[in-house]
């Protein structure tokens, strides 16, 4: 089945500078590539996502790129705010389920 | 439009006990999973369903059963609860299936098993 690797497992930055996380997956059939934003004590959420026939998507500071060769893609957080903080998963489908990366927990500090 | 919605809560069992967690969504969606969650572990599918009156195994199946009479409704059974079910159990619902839309979770299900 579909393994997804997460990287890093934590991460801090300061207010303002940019975040990045990145996954990778093994399964080549593959090609849907949610990003879930986890409050805590709260439920997953969907913040972006990317199908396989897709380079880069932007949704105001959030950005995904996937590159499908090396089976990998990236979440990138820019301008972050405290209100960033969070656990952010990626995810990836063949098909008929979502296959979680372990989660990276952001901590944007003022 | 209460979307996905999970009962209980919260819960505690004790070893070998037995308990039902109920899923409902009125979104209509075909597909329904359960996930179990754990410190470090991610989100790990238990089983899931691709419409009324179908059910699949997912990553971490042993232990629990489930079933989908309704399209509406998925149940997750513990036939026996054991410690190593302490988790957060989250249902999730999506339109075509993980695979091309949005999957919608409800808000969690903590159970301690003592």
């Known amino acids: 089945g579909e393994n997804v690797e997460q990287h890093p497992s934590t991460l801090s930055v300061q207010e303002g500078d940019s975040a990045v996380i990145k996954c990778t997956y093994s399964?080549?059939?593959?090609?849907?590539f949610p990003w879930y934003k986890q409050e805590l004590g709260k439920r997953p959420q969907l913040i972006i996502d990317?199908?396989?026939?897709?380079g880069e998507k932007k949704d105001q500071r959030i950005a995904v790129t996937l590159n499908k060769t090396a089976k990998h893609f990236s979440l990138h957080i820019t301008e972050t705010q405290p209100e960033d903080s969070a656990v952010y998963f990626c995810?990836?489908?063949?098909?008929?389920?979502?296959?979680f990366g372990k989660g990276t927990s952001l901590l944007v500090t003022p | 439009n209460a979307g996905v919605t999970q009962t209980p809560k919260f819960r505690v069992l004790k070893t070998g006990q037995s308990m039902t967690l109920l899923c409902a969504q009125d979104?209509?969606?075909?597909?329904m999973y359960w996930y179990r969650q754990d410190p470090g572990m991610g989100l790990r599918l238990i089983h899931y369903?691709?419409?009324?009156?179908?059910?699949a195994k997912g990553e971490v199946p042993d232990g629990y059963n489930v079933s989908r009479l309704k399209k509406q409704n998925f149940l997750l059974g513990l036939e026996s609860a054991a410690p190593s079910q302490t988790s957060v159990y989250f249902c999730?619902?999506?339109?075509?299936?993980?695979?091309?839309?949005?999957?919608?979770f409800g808000q969690g299900t903590r159970l301690t098993v003592v």
């Open positions: 369903s691709v419409g009324e009156g179908t059910t």
């Open positions: 979104m209509n969606h075909e597909y």
């Open positions: 990317i199908r396989s026939n897709v």
């Open positions: 399964d080549s059939a593959s090609n849907y």
């Open positions: 995810a990836a489908s063949p098909g008929y389920a979502l296959n």
């Open positions: 999730a619902s999506s339109y075509h299936g993980q695979g091309n839309t949005e999957a919608f």
